[in-house]
């Protein structure tokens, strides 16, 4: 099936650093959506992009949808403890479709 | 709030056992869907449904029935548990055009 690239796969930081992590995909997508997923528990939707070149924050949390329309970014600033976990980023080819996923970046943040 | 909740967090099961996950949603949602989740393999659609008494295989339906007899509420059927299928189990929402939501997950061991 269609594949996403995420990177990087893993990521250790230490606490106030800056993060950027990206994907990207041979098709184009109608909708790039950015999750996080704490230990033992589901994904939670941190950001949605819905038109190309639209750049949303979320708090700290910043993502792109790519001019493209087969790349997106995801930049956290001024890390913190918590915001360890896996991030992944999923593409939609038409609205109300099914969801394409992106392998994951682990993120750690030492104190 | 989107909530997505699903019946069980853990769940330990014998090979060769029906097992039911259950999944309900208080949006409204038209769109449910039952990915699982391992290891190096990130998350794979098993089935998902776009209405009441609605079903479309995902990636990976093999092993695996569903039912969704009321809008509310997807369930996930393995009809003779094999240990090839202890995983992370993930519910979904989504409403037509919009992101999905995610429930808590179902931690199943098959022994």
């Known amino acids: 099936g269609q594949q996403l690239n995420q990177s990087p796969q893993s990521m250790f930081i230490q606490e106030g650093e800056d993060v950027s992590m990206n994907c990207t995909s041979s098709s184009i997508f109608n909708t790039w959506l950015w999750y996080k997923q704490d230990p033992g528990e589901g994904p939670v939707l941190l950001i949605a992009?819905?038109?190309?070149?639209e750049l949303t924050s979320n708090g700290r949390l910043t993502a792109q949808f790519g001019i493209t329309r087969k790349d997106s970014f995801l930049n956290i600033s001024a890390s913190i403890p918590s915001d360890v976990g896996i991030y992944f980023c999923?593409?939609?080819?038409?609205?109300?479709?099914?969801?394409?996923f992106g392998e994951g970046t682990q993120l750690t943040v030492n104190p | 709030d989107v909530k997505v909740t699903q019946s069980s967090r853990y769940l330990v099961k014998r090979t060769g056992e029906k097992v039911f996950l259950e999944c309900v949603q208080d949006m409204d949602h038209e769109n449910m869907f039952w990915y699982r989740q391992d290891p190096g393999l990130g998350l794979r659609l098993i089935y998902f449904?776009?209405?009441?008494?609605?079903?479309e295989k995902g990636d990976i339906p093999e092993g695996y029935s569903v039912s969704r007899e009321k809008k509310e509420r997807f369930s996930l059927i393995l009809e003779s548990a094999s240990t090839n299928q202890t995983s992370m189990y993930l519910c979904a929402s989504s409403s037509g055009r919009r992101e999905q939501y995610f429930g808590p997950g179902t931690r199943l061991t098959v022994t």
């Open positions: 999923a593409g939609q080819f038409t609205s109300g479709s099914r969801l394409t």
């Open positions: 992009l819905y038109k190309a070149g």
């Open positions: 449904s776009y209405d009441v008494k609605m079903k």
